[in-house]
């Protein structure tokens, strides 16, 4: 508009000397169509503007709707993330209830578990006292047992000094005397035997014990090797005799003298064995047992059998031949008790 304008006054400058009734109609039409033309293309620039201005509203409406739609989606998403919080902040919650809930049940099965373990324990406890008490009841009667035994074995012994006192008097008295220091006479025999029975049998007995021997069959085997052992000593006195009854009267000894000299070579054969080793005086024996038990209780059965044995043939070969008194052994509670009380001449059995 401002051009316009300017060429409007510059054809009125340069017509200023041009009559002015004839130049207006002129100027004046061009001016109108100058400004119609610019009017048309204002108007187009106008109609241009308001279509671009159309699709700037359009595209804002657009972007609204869309902004809408985010913040609705936004909003959906925040009441979602809401729901969540609620579910979480309720599992949550939940979890912590099971939490407390499993917490005290395990409190309660460890509580259930300590009083089940000292439940056992007290159990166990009661169960040991209870055997302590059997046991301690056991050794008690065991212990009075010994005392008994220990009791009767002194009253035995009392009793064999009472009568080993009595046979020296008698002996003393009749004249019929036997050396006391000699090793084979007849005290020294009997304490032997006592030192067996008292002394070397309870050792014995507890081995046999532990190999499983049965009493009845170690008893008949005592028997049999004091038997074997008699008989065995029978037949050397019988040889001996034989001998010496080579020495007729006509050799000028008395029959006195030559009574002597059989005992005397009975002595001498007594104290052989005395001195002998004992074990090798039952070789054939051991062989013949051998073959009926085990290593083992033939080992335990060894220093038994040479004992009884050796001690069999010294008191056979006495000179009143002895023997345990088996006939009138009683014997007592404990099946082990299967040595007699005495000894007694074999005549007399």
Known sequence: MSGLWSWLCRCCDSTSQEDEQSSVPVVVTE?????????E????????????????ERDLKEKERALQSVQQRVSELERANEQKDEELASKNQEFTKMKTFYNRKLKEERVSELERANEQKDEELAS?????????????????EERSAKKKKEEELMSLKDRLAADVSLSIKTGNTESLNSPVSKSRLTETYNELKLLQWPKIKDQLRSCQMKPKETEALIQKTFRE????????????????GLLKPSSGLPPQKIQEYKQL???????????????????THLSELGSKYSEEVLENLRPLVSQC?????????????????????????????????????????
């Open 31 to 39: 001016a109108t169509s100058l400004m119609r033309d610019q009017l």
């Open 41 to 56: 293309i204002l108007e187009k620039q106008l109609q241009i503007e308001r279509l671009r201005v159309k699709d700037m």
């Open 128 to 144: 040991k006292n209870q055997e302590f008490t059997k046991m301690e009841t056991l050794y008690k009667r065991k212990l009075e």
């Open 229 to 244: 052992a008699a008989e065995e000593m029978q037949k050397k006195k019988e040889q001996i005799v034989e001998v010496v």
């Open 265 to 283: 070579a009975i002595q001498n054969h007594q104290m052989l064995l005395y001195k002998s080793n004992k074990d090798d005086l039952v070789k």
């Open 309 to 349: 044995y050796w001690l069999g043939c010294l008191l056979a070969l006495n000179t009143s031949a002895l023997q345990p008194d088996w006939e009138n052994h009683t014997g007592s509670m404990d099946p082990w008790d299967m040595f007699p009380r005495n000894i007694r001449a074999a005549s007399a059995m």
